[in-house]
């Protein structure tokens, strides 16, 4: 699992409400991204980011906000919970391999927005 | 941007036989494609991946093909099992490769 941890595992949450997911590196890699997953839509990046305090955008950024504030961790705050925002959200990892920058995943967190 | 597109989206196959699912993109300056399997309840799990500069690798029952004149490249499974069946995503490096843009998966089963 590449030492990503994501918290909560799972998560209901009321339309309107702020949500903040949390992910958490062992192993000081610089980039880390937010994916959402959804049905016939695959895996899309929300936002990501290439050190402390240096984040950029996505595909489907909107109605997200991030911060990197420590190398280990990567906060995904969703400000107002919206029933669009139901998904599964996992928090990956790039690290450079035989002249290749790869991706690890965790193993995601599951948020219903009711 | 880069778009990628996976066909087909759900793949049946007798334990032993083959599987092959194929992946196309659109950008040319892709260099990175990772192929990815994802399992009920955990995140992708990274697979087999094969640089631009060469056309085909191979671990064990698993290859994938690269045809950059065609835009797609392809991952085979050999002597199917049932622990083969899950969702396989396809992606493709954008962005001077820190980033992927994904398939939409294919969901394959292994009929034993």
């Known amino acids: 699992d590449a030492g990503i941890t994501q918290s909560p595992r799972h998560k209901v949450t009321e339309t309107g409400t702020p949500v903040t997911l949390r992910c958490h590196q062992t192993?000081?890699?610089?980039?880390m991204y937010w994916y959402r997953q959804d049905p016939g839509h695959g895996l899309r990046l929300i936002h990501y980011s290439y050190g402390v305090k240096d984040t950029d955008k996505g595909e489907v950024s909107d109605g997200y906000s991030v911060s990197r504030s420590k190398t280990e961790d990567f906060l995904l705050t969703l400000e107002s919970a919206t029933s669009s925002q139901t998904s599964v959200y996992f928090c990956?990892?790039?690290?450079?391999?035989?002249?290749?920058?790869?991706?690890?995943f965790g193993s995601g967190t599951q948020l219903s927005v009711l | 941007g880069e778009n990628v597109e996976q066909h087909p989206s759900t793949l049946s196959v007798q334990e032993g036989d083959s599987a092959v699912i194929k992946c196309t993109y659109s950008d040319s300056a892709s260099n990175y494609f990772p192929w990815y399997k994802q399992e009920l309840g955990k995140g992708p799990q990274l697979i087999i991946d094969i640089r631009s500069n060469v056309g085909e690798k191979k671990d064990q029952r698993i290859a994938v093909t690269l045809n950059k004149t065609a835009k797609h490249f392809s991952l085979h499974i050999t002597e199917t099992q049932p622990e083969d069946s899950a969702v396989y995503f396809c992606a493709a490096s954008i962005g001077g490769n820190n980033r992927l843009a994904f398939g939409k998966g294919n969901q394959v089963v292994v009929i034993p």
């Open positions: 192993e000081n890699h610089r980039y």
């Open positions: 990956a990892i790039s690290e450079w391999d035989n002249k290749a920058k790869k991706l690890f």
